[in-house]
């Protein structure tokens, strides 16, 4: 599949982090001829702080439809 579209959600508060995949599924659900490829989920830290990233990556038909095809070289 190729990809047209990319969502990140991410959050370091522990109140967000805890929310964040309804997050996430409220988005998929307001976006629903969206074709989800891959999702990414990945988690960094340091002494301070602790941070939770959900990429979406997606193919949106619509966008897909209105792109002009690739030039042609002469």
């Not at 370091?12 to 995949?21: C, E, K, N, P, S």
């Not at 001829?33 to 193919?59: N, P």
Request: hydrophobic share 45%; charged share 20%; with cysteine.
């Amino acid at each position: 599949m190729t990809f047209n579209g990319v969502k990140v959600f991410s959050a370091t508060m522990i109140a967000d982090r805890q929310v964040l995949g309804e997050r996430v599924t409220d988005w998929l659900t307001a976006h629903p001829t969206f074709e989800i490829g891959e999702m990414l989920v990945t988690q960094s830290s340091d002494s301070a702080f602790h941070c939770l990233a959900i990429t979406v990556f997606y193919r949106d038909p619509a966008a897909a439809a209105r792109t002009l095809p690739p030039r042609k070289n002469p």
